[in-house]
């Protein structure tokens, strides 16, 4: 049974049903949901220029079902009260409808013959969140109403407003000034930001205090104040401050009521902060506040979302007989990509925003799913990664995107770190044709003093990986590689220790095969770039290292059947059939694949068919197989979950893709597409019940077939998944390459397909390229025409004109 449909003439994502919700939507229809979407989407801008430590302007959640830090609406009418988006009063409605769209949310509900609607949206360049309530009589008897919001403030840290209680139930201050409340804890000391929740409406009543607000011994889905219908007028004073305005609204038949609601963020230069003594400068609140005094002003700025959205997903567009495919390439995959650019995996139901930072990996992977879409953006990102890059070419696993400093607190030593580096500039390079940022003077460490040119940062990334071999002439793997939980140099028995900064091995055994793979992978683009750039030299070195390490897995990195996925600290193998659990890895198989290993004497074949016969499942490939029942002391954190559960043969989404990518390879077409449709969102809405995840966007991960949940999801939106998953379905299996010269058109699709249509930006150029499947193979490009004329390659050329081309792509 399906729960939830996408509106295609809006482009939003349509949850419905006329009684209470499923599980599932109940989860969805929380303000917590909303408020994520309505944070993540509202326009880059808005990340950029508010500082990211502040933008949270309510309170932290706990766990992702916490209440409490949504935005809530409850209507009081006659004595009965609820919320438009059910939750969270969680009355049942006669009519309930939540529809996801391009940076905004609405939420519909009526009751009782009173018909609510609210969107949430971020209005581009703007330092806050606009809610829109409607509020209309469908019956034929006037109705009195209330209105009352709600919305519980962060104090500012979200590491110290989760424990240090005994200061913070002391410093809550507001000031209330008509409909403004504002929220001024600390404000009068070393802060100089504060935020306001707003109404452009007089207002019968207000609360700032929670106690008041819900009752000492009630919930969010019975406020006392709600209950009663009357606010208490409380002021904040210590304890939790929150924001809480009551309107009364009359309503003749049909008749509609439209408010506005802003919930802001101001920051003061400190000369300037104060009006009067204790009285907080309000004129920057008060100048956000009138630009959307009133409801037109919201509706043009929703216009303008939409057309910034349109902007950014035109840059690739494909038309194809299947909808769900044209859904999720043109709309769903593309955001998720946006969303990931501005939050890494800072902030979510999944990570609380304390400390994680942006991970040096992570952000140089994400960049390969919105590079096309914000190329100077891309360029920024590139610079402040490298800028936290350490002399001996390795990297701080983590940033502070405020500081542009890597973490101390995290550290370094995951060995894979340095080549994710190289991969986002060769793809910066490819996607724009900017060489120049090669010569861009970058710092290593954030210290200006040992600045050298990027193009010196990726060689020694290069570099980092031989000089740090181990006992077989495999790479490293450090603390751990891609697999964060693949610890094999940290033996903890200390319960609550951290695996991946604890090393308790001098960590010159333990290697990967997974880097090795990337190394190959990777290298070739490292040794293709430097030939572009006219450094044979350096090339011919590069391919040197390459081929040098791709005899060394042959050699040393096949099990027979498939890759191995290392080796420990005993210098025993890891994912091999000789192992009693964890024979056989993902990660090693996609990555020495897509590096060519294994493709001329049929090996790499043997190993993908391997991933399908031991890792396949309807909802995806598991990490690994068998699942580990123990705790291996020489693996680390990947032993220590469940069966089934996220590395240990979970369904991890990030890595199901390097499999597409490696099926491509191969030109498996069909296996390509298929794994990419076992993950897919749109593809999966008939498991809906068993996967309760937003059936729109990725997750990390799928519980695995060793689960006890097996098909259940958990953290989506912020993941790698994102971006490799576009990557995987726009370059490897539709096949547009963005490439030096120009643009490679090489497919690897279903043999079943006829064929399809994508628009691709490339360069300001704008190329329609029409492929055409008439023999029905899977891959091989028989001819290929630019504007009319032949050409004798697969490579689209630059133009550089800005103007539309057409292209005709003949498979066979």
């Known amino acids: 049974m399906k729960y939830g449909f996408f509106d295609d003439t809006k482009k939003e994502y349509v949850i419905t049903t006329p009684t209470t919700p499923y599980p599932w939507i109940n989860y969805l229809g929380s303000q917590e949901f909303f408020s994520l979407i309505s944070n993540t989407a509202g326009g880059y801008s808005f990340y950029k220029d508010a500082k990211l430590r502040r933008i949270t302007r309510f309170r932290y959640n706990n766990v992702p079902l916490d209440l409490g830090g949504g935005r809530y609406y409850y209507l009081y009418d006659n004595g009965d009260f609820w919320s438009p988006g059910w939750a969270p009063a969680k009355k049942e409605l006669d009519h309930y409808e939540c529809r996801h769209g391009m940076g905004y949310t609405k939420i519909s509900g009526k009751r009782n013959e009173i018909e609510t609607e609210v969107t949430f949206f971020v209005p581009l360049n703007y330092n806050g969140e606009v809610h829109k309530v409607v509020v209309k009589n469908t019956g034929n008897k006037k109705k009195e109403v209330k209105l009352f919001s709600f919305i519980e403030w962060c104090l500012w840290n979200a590491q110290d407003d989760q424990t240090n209680f005994q200061r913070n139930f002391n410093t809550g201050e507001v000031e209330i000034k008509g409909s403004v409340i504002y929220h001024k804890t600390e404000y009068k000391e070393r802060r100089d930001h504060y935020a306001f929740f707003s109404v452009n409406a007089p207002i019968e009543g207000f609360d700032s205090d929670r106690e008041s607000f819900i009752g000492t011994y009630n919930g969010f889905e019975n406020p006392q104040v709600v209950a009663s219908g009357k606010p208490n007028n409380s002021v904040a004073d210590g304890w939790s401050p929150i924001a809480s305005h009551c309107l009364a609204l009359s309503l003749e038949p049909g008749e509609t009521k439209e408010l506005v609601f802003i919930l802001g963020y101001v920051e003061n230069p400190l000369e300037e902060k104060w009006e009067s003594k204790n009285v907080i400068n309000k004129k920057k609140a008060e100048d956000m506040i009138a630009k959307f005094s009133h409801s037109a002003a919201v509706d043009q700025a929703l216009e303008e979302l939409a057309v910034y959205w349109d902007g950014l997903l035109s840059k690739y567009t494909i038309i194809s007989k299947d909808d769900k495919l044209n859904r999720m390439v043109n709309i769903w995959n593309q955001y998720q990509c946006m969303v990931t650019f501005n939050l890494s995996r800072s902030a979510s139901y999944f990570e609380s925003g304390i400390g994680r930072g942006m991970g040096f990996r992570d952000s140089n992977q994400d960049l390969l799913g919105f590079l096309h879409q914000i190329p100077d953006r891309a360029r920024e990102r590139i610079i402040d990664l490298a800028s936290t890059q350490l002399e001996d070419g390795g990297a701080y696993h983590q940033y502070q995107p405020l500081t542009k400093r890597g973490n101390d607190e995290i550290g370094g030593n995951f060995n894979d770190d340095p080549l994710w580096l190289i991969l986002a500039v060769v793809a910066y390079i490819k996607e724009t044709g900017d060489y120049t940022i090669l010569d861009v003077k970058t710092p290593f460490d954030n210290d200006e003093s040992v600045a050298a040119p990027l193009s010196d940062h990726i060689k020694r990334s290069f570099d980092h990986v031989i000089n740090n071999v181990g006992p077989h002439g495999l790479p490293l793997i450090g603390r751990a590689d891609w697999n964060d939980c693949l610890n094999l140099n940290c033996f903890s028995m200390e319960p ?141 954190e990947i032993s220590t979950y469940p069966a089934g559960y996220k590395e240990n043969a979970g369904i991890f989404c990030h890595n199901n893709a390097w499999i597409m990518c490696a099926e491509a390879v191969v030109g498996r077409g069909d296996k390509a597409f298929d794994y990419y449709t076992r993950i897919a969102p749109a593809y999966t809405e008939e498991y809906s019940e068993i996967h309760r995840m937003e059936p729109y966007v990725y997750s990390q991960m799928v519980a695995g077939k060793d689960a006890k949940r097996f098909g259940e999801a958990k953290n989506s939106w912020l993941t790698g998944t994102a971006s490799w998953n576009f990557v995987a379905i726009t370059q490897f299996i539709l096949g547009i390459i963005p490439e030096y010269d120009g643009l490679m058109v090489n497919p690897a699709i279903p043999a079943s397909w006829d064929g399809y249509q994508v628009t691709r930006h490339f360069r300001g150029d704008i190329l329609k390229i029409t492929i055409k499947n008439p023999n029905h193979v899977s891959a091989g490009v028989a001819k290929m025409t630019v504007d009319g004329k032949e050409v004798s390659d697969n490579i689209v050329p630059v133009f550089g004109d800005g103007k539309e081309h057409g292209v005709e792509v003949i498979l066979g």
């Open 496 to 636: 609550g220790e951290s695996f991946q900064t604890t090393t308790s091995k001098d960590g010159r055994v333990a290697e990967s095969v997974m880097i090795a793979g990337m190394f190959v992978y990777i290298g070739n683009e490292y040794a293709k770039l430097m030939e572009k750039v006219g450094n044979q030299a350096e090339a011919d070195r590069a391919n040197k290292e390459v081929s040098k390490m791709k005899d060394v897995i042959m050699e040393h990195g096949f099990d027979g059947e498939w890759f191995l996925r290392a080796y420990d600290d005993y210098g025993k193998k890891i994912g091999s059939n000789e192992c009693e659990e964890g024979k056989i890895f993902i990660e090693s198989q996609g990555f020495c694949v897509m590096g060519g290993c294994g493709i001329k004497d049929g090996k790499a074949i043997k190993a993908l068919d391997a991933v399908e016969e031991r890792l396949g499942t309807k909802y995806g490939l598991v990490l690994n197989n068998p699942a580990f029942t123990k705790y291996y002391v020489e693996y680390g």
